[in-house]
Structures are given as structure tokens and as C-alpha cells.
């Protein structure tokens, strides 16, 4: 039974330039959440995506943007790179179903992007 | 709003001694908590969570966590420390189960021979 999976694992790119990272959750999973982490700190919730929709939303821009396939995996789109988007991006699946959750959020490996 | 503070950046122990890492979180409604841990250029990993029930909670790889609604914390704990648990440890809060989490910035736990 496959964790959650990332790719890439690093990216590099230039400021201004566009980027999509993608999630593929763990077996039986319909919830998938994305995280940054910048350096020398905690993750931080950018989005959640439940039934291809965008459930809940943090505190970023609309530069970032996401979506959710039918079969659960999701991407993350980072449109006009700052130096500062520069962090490692962390899925996290879930079971929420279509009450209060029942699982926990497992992470996986994340993806390094450098902006230079 | 939610928010969590790991108030110590750092946490020295020896091998064999108990630890604790320190967490106090602020959230409306009941809190879900939880404890992950980070080894280098990894994610996260599950370590032990708080939903409901016993204020003493039991994890992976020996660790608990004790649930203090009063004093609104969610201290880890283990009994006996290894070198290995050397790592990066956040704790996250909650209103729901699997919803938003706010981690805080983590504390770096170092254990020596």
C-alpha cells in the first residue's frame, strides 16, 4: 500500500515563471491538503481539496491555485514565482468523507522548489 | 482562530533520560492535536494524535503525549530517550479531524550518547 506521493522531488526556477507540483494520496484517501514550509519553520495550510472542489483556503494569494482529479490526486499551480515562494511543498491526504473526518493527515515526502 | 507555540527552539537530553516537548495551542470549539516528527529533507511523519477521551495519549515509537484542557497544552513525552529520536518535532491543532491544521515551529529534540 503506496504512501502519499509527491514529484518532483526538487525544482528549480526563475522568478516570474510558473510552476505545477503534484500529489498522488494514499490508498482510500479523498482529501488532499497542501502545505509550505519555509526554512526554519512549520508548515503552513495554503488549501484543501475534497471532491475536486476547494474546501477550505489559508492566508495565500490567488497565485496559488490547485486542483483535484477524479481519482484523488491533486496539483499545485504557483503562477508568477517570488524568490520568497521558495520552500518545500508538502501534500497531506485524508479520509473526510462527507462528515467530520474519521483519519488522520498523512504527509508525504514533499517537493524542494528554488525560485532564483 | 488557531494558534500553536512550541515555546523552545532546542531540547538536549541524554540517552536514556525521559524527554518532554513543550506545546500550548488556542483554538475555538474542542481541539484536535497532534504531534509529528520531521527527520532531515523528509515530510512529516504521524506520531500521535488528541481527539476525545484520555488525556493521556499513546503514540509510535514509545512516545505519549499528555492533553491538559486546562492549561491548554499537549506536552510529548517519552520515558526513555534514543539517539535516534534526534530530529524535528512539530505539534498541530485543529477544529476538525483532518480539516486546516496550524503547526507551530517546531523543536529541534537532540539526543546524546
Known amino acids: 500500500d503506496a504512501g502519499v506521493t509527491q514529484s518532483p522531488t526538487h525544482l528549480i526556477k526563475t522568478r516570474g515563471q510558473q510552476v505545477t507540483l503534484r500529489c498522488s494520496p494514499k490508498s482510500g484517501h479523498d482529501t488532499v491538503s497542501w502545505y509550505q514550509q519555509a526554512l526554519g519553520q512549520g508548515p503552513q495550510f495554503i488549501f484543501q481539496y475534497y471532491e475536486e472542489e476547494e474546501r477550505q483556503r489559508g492566508n495565500f494569494p490567488d497565485r496559488f491555485s490547485g486542483h483535484q482529479f477524479p481519482n484523488y490526486s491533486s496539483e499545485l499551480n504557483v503562477n508568477a514565482l517570488l524568490l520568497g515562494d521558495s520552500a518545500l511543498y508538502l501534500c497531506?491526504?485524508?479520509?473526510?468523507?462527507?462528515?467530520?473526518?474519521?483519519?488522520?493527515?498523512?504527509f508525504g515526502p514533499g517537493t524542494r522548489l528554488t525560485v532564483l | 482562530a488557531q494558534s500553536v507555540a512550541q515555546p523552545e527552539d532546542q531540547v538536549n537530553v541524554a540517552e536514556g533520560n525521559p524527554l518532554t516537548v513543550k506545546c500550548t495551542y488556542s483554538?475555538?470549539?474542542?481541539?484536535?492535536l497532534f504531534w509529528y516528527v520531521q527527520y532531515p529533507n523528509r515530510g512529516l511523519q504521524f506520531l500521535l494524535k488528541?481527539?476525545?477521551?484520555?488525556?493521556l495519549v499513546k503514540g509510535s515509537y514509545g512516545f505519549e503525549a499528555e492533553f491538559n484542557k486546562s492549561q491548554t497544552s499537549f506536552h510529548l513525552k517519552k520515558p526513555s530517550a534514543l539517539v535516534s529520536d534526534s530530529a524535528l518535532y512539530f505539534c498541530?491543532?485543529?477544529?476538525?479531524?483532518?480539516?486546516?491544521?496550524?503547526f507551530g515551529d517546531g523543536t529541534t529534540l537532540t539526543v546524546k550518547p
Open positions: 483554538v475555538s470549539g474542542n481541539p484536535y
Open positions: 497531506a491526504s485524508s479520509l473526510v468523507g462527507r462528515g467530520e473526518g474519521t483519519d488522520t493527515q498523512y
Open positions: 488528541y481527539i476525545t477521551g484520555d488525556n
Open positions: 498541530a491543532v485543529s477544529d476538525t479531524n483532518a480539516g486546516k491544521s496550524t
